[in-house]
């Protein structure tokens, strides 16, 4: 089994930044076997697909909502993912969650994904 644990969540003003990390640990768990990716649920609304990256960290995709502010990056020697973000909008106020992938394809879509944390609370005041 996988655990997934989100952590750096919180309130800031709008054109703010936050990080997230998401560690990651398990019963002979191999970090650099999964895919990593970031989805979001805001009140109401379907959990969304935020950004992903792949097992060696080369490649990266990120919804068209956050290219250019957000970064996704993943360190493979501390089995965490990150996710910077900067220009905090209101509209980005969502539970933030983690999930991996055992695949070497990046996914956007979160039916692929095996694992999932229980989410950090990203809120944006404006």
């Known amino acids: 089994q996988v655990q997934l644990v989100e952590s750096g969540g919180g309130l800031v003003q709008a054109g703010g930044s936050l990080r997230l990390s998401c560690a990651a640990s398990?019963?002979?768990?191999?970090?650099?076997?999964?895919?990593m990716g970031w989805f979001r649920q805001a009140p109401g609304k379907e959990r969304e697909f935020v950004a992903a990256?792949?097992?060696?960290?080369?490649?990266?995709k990120y919804a068209d909502s956050v290219k250019g502010r957000f970064t996704i990056s993943r360190d493979n020697a501390k089995n965490t993912v990150y996710l910077q973000m900067n220009s905090l909008k209101p509209e980005d106020t969502a539970v933030y969650s983690c999930?991996?992938?055992?695949?070497?394809?990046?996914?956007?879509?979160?039916?692929?994904?095996?694992?999932w944390g229980q989410g950090a609370q990203v809120a944006v005041s404006s």
């Open positions: 398990g019963w002979n768990f191999i970090f650099s076997n999964y895919s």
């Open positions: 999930a991996a992938d055992f695949s070497r394809v990046v996914y956007t879509t979160r039916a692929e994904y095996d694992y």
């Open positions: 990256i792949s097992r060696s960290g080369i490649l990266a």
